[in-house]
Nanobody
Framework: VQLQASGGGRVQAGGSLRLSCAAS????????IGWFRQTPGKEREFVAWISWTGFSTYYADSVKGRFTISRDNAKDTAYLQMNSLKPEDTAVYYCAGSHARQSVTTRAYDYWGQGTLVTVSS
């Protein structure tokens, strides 16, 4: 099983990035996909999750209205569109898969990608 996160980079405040999470070795449509982020010295924090079908989503308050999570089960790929980025969004972003119906906690997720770095400059 592999989750490959990509799309990170450096952007100025107010800019946009789209992260991708490509899955292999699992039945993608049976997993919810979550995005988390982590900065040095801090715990990994929840960003967003999307249901198996893509019909349900949930966001952390800090990103609500700016980030959009989506998925394409035909391509075994999930996405995180990040708009109006702020310096405080700077972090390593991880995608993860879980058989749970919904979860904002890291311990509910079975598989993790390697992370992709997002840097937002002011």
């Amino acid at each position: 099983v592999q989750l490959q996160a990509s799309g990170g980079g450096r952007v100025q405040a107010g800019g946009s990035l789209r992260l991708s999470c490509a899955a292999s070795g699992l039945t993608f449509s049976t997993y919810i996909i979550g995005w988390f982020r982590q900065t040095p010295g801090k715990e990994r924090e929840f960003v967003a999750w999307i249901s198996w079908t893509g019909f349900s989503t949930y966001y952390a308050d800090s990103v609500k209205g700016r980030f959009t999570i989506s998925r394409d089960n035909a391509k075994d790929t999930a996405y995180l569109q990040m708009n109006s980025l702020k310096p405080e969004d700077t972090a390593v972003y991880y995608c993860a898969g879980s058989h749970a119906r919904q979860s904002v906690t890291t311990r509910a997720y079975d598989y993790w990608g390697q992370g992709t770095l997002v840097t937002v400059s002011s």
